[in-house]
């Protein structure tokens, strides 16, 4: 009895570990290339958030800054002042931070 109670509690666990978030993060580096690093969000955080920071234009980008990380809330964040923008980028599924310049990004429900 005592194996089945422990497999039975071993499958809740291993299900519940399923359901979290996961989210790449890192703060305020240079590279997408330095924002790869996976990490398991808190049970209170419901989005993966990539704010990028730049100045330039397009590709052309002469000044970038990118941090990504778990957050309880989407943030809107998204301003232009000449060749300086920051902008703030939501998603709500596993990894799905990947980018630095992802699509639209969530609607705030």
């Known amino acids: 009895m005592k194996p089945s109670l422990?497999?039975?509690?071993a499958l809740?666990?291993?299900?519940?570990?399923?359901?979290a978030l996961h989210c790449y993060t890192c703060n305020w580096e240079q590279s997408?290339?330095?924002?790869?690093?996976?990490?398991k969000c808190s049970d209170k955080d419901e989005y993966c958030v990539?704010?990028?920071a730049s100045?330039?234009?397009?590709f052309l980008s002469l000044w970038k800054r990118i941090t990504k990380?778990?957050?309880?809330t989407c943030p809107h964040h998204n301003f232009s002042l000449g060749l300086a923008s920051y902008t703030s980028h939501c998603?709500?599924?596993?990894?799905?931070n990947?980018?630095?310049?992802?699509?639209?990004r969530l609607a705030r429900q």
Do not use: H, M, R
Request: proline share 5%; with cysteine; glycine share 6%.
């Open 50 to 52: 990539t704010n990028v």
């Open 98 to 104: 990947l980018s630095a310049c992802p699509g639209p």
């Open 32 to 39: 997408n290339w330095n924002c790869l690093k996976a990490e």
């Open 69 to 72: 990380k778990c957050s309880e």
């Open 12 to 19: 809740i666990l291993c299900a519940a570990q399923a359901n």
């Open 91 to 96: 998603c709500q599924s596993f990894l799905c």
């Open 55 to 58: 100045v330039g234009i397009g």
């Open 6 to 9: 422990l497999a039975a509690l």
